[in-house]
């Protein structure tokens, strides 16, 4: 049972537009959300959080949004550029501090 | 600063050996992650440690699995014997507990790729 739902497996985008990611969760004990990038033969690396406690978080290009009745989180990159493509996970932390439950990824791929 | 340092970067062997995964922590890091990813389960936490000492093995898919980190330095995961269904990357992380509002920060290594035979 899948507790961190990232419906799209891939997106593509061209140069300059807005990328949307979509995530969406089941267990109603996440408290602490997390997006990861990964590139191809490296391992993940930290782009942003949100506590439940807000909406909305910004840092530069990225902003993640946070739907607490909805269960749904997204991540807004504007604008896009060709180094964001990447595989990038959604991920959530229930209170534990340390147990990360990530969803399967989406692989975006930004077009020049 | 090195990061999270994993060998062997990738290992192919055949069903039924020793597999031994290593990992290096960053220096002053007191929590250390392996995880596992596979395409159909994604990324699965298969052990957390703390200062050392296992605090949530929950992860580990059965008893053919065994981690240990018995300094600050060096973890290890070992699947005792191996089998095709356990080709997958496996990642160490590290960070500094616990994972506060504004940070998250967990700091993968670049992962081993196993593949059994």
């Known amino acids: 049972d899948q507790q961190v739902k990232q419906n799209s497996p891939s997106l593509s985008v061209q140069e300059g537009r807005i990328s949307i990611l979509n995530c969406d969760y089941t267990?109603?004990?996440?408290?602490?959300f997390l997006w990861y990038k990964k590139y191809p033969a490296e391992g993940p690396t930290f782009l942003i959080s949100?506590?439940?406690?807000?909406d909305k978080n910004e840092d530069g290009r990225f902003t993640v949004f946070l739907n607490k009745s909805a269960k749904h989180l997204s991540l807004h990159i504007v604008p896009s550029q060709p180094g964001d493509s990447a595989v990038y996970f959604c991920a959530a932390d229930g209170g534990s501090n340390y147990k990360l439950t990530f969803g399967k990824g989406t692989l975006l791929t930004v077009n020049p | 600063d090195a990061g999270v340092i994993q060998s062997p970067r990738h290992e192919v062997t055949e069903m039924g050996q020793e597999v031994t995964l290593r990992c290096k922590p960053i220096?002053?890091?007191?929590?250390l992650f392996w995880y596992r990813q596979t395409m159909m389960r994604g990324l699965e936490l298969l052990i957390y440690f703390n200062n050392n000492v296992p605090i949530d093995d929950s992860g580990m898919p059965e008893d053919r699995f065994s981690a240990k980190m018995p300094n600050a330095s060096f973890s290890t995961l070992k699947i005792q014997p191996s089998e095709p269904r356990d080709s997958a990357v496996y990642f160490c992380a590290s960070t500094t507990y616990p994972l506060a509002e504004g940070g998250g920060e967990l700091f993968f290594g670049e992962g081993s790729r196993l593949t059994v035979l």
């Open positions: 220096s002053g890091h007191n929590s």
């Open positions: 949100i506590s439940s406690i807000k």
């Open positions: 267990n109603s004990m996440f408290d602490y």
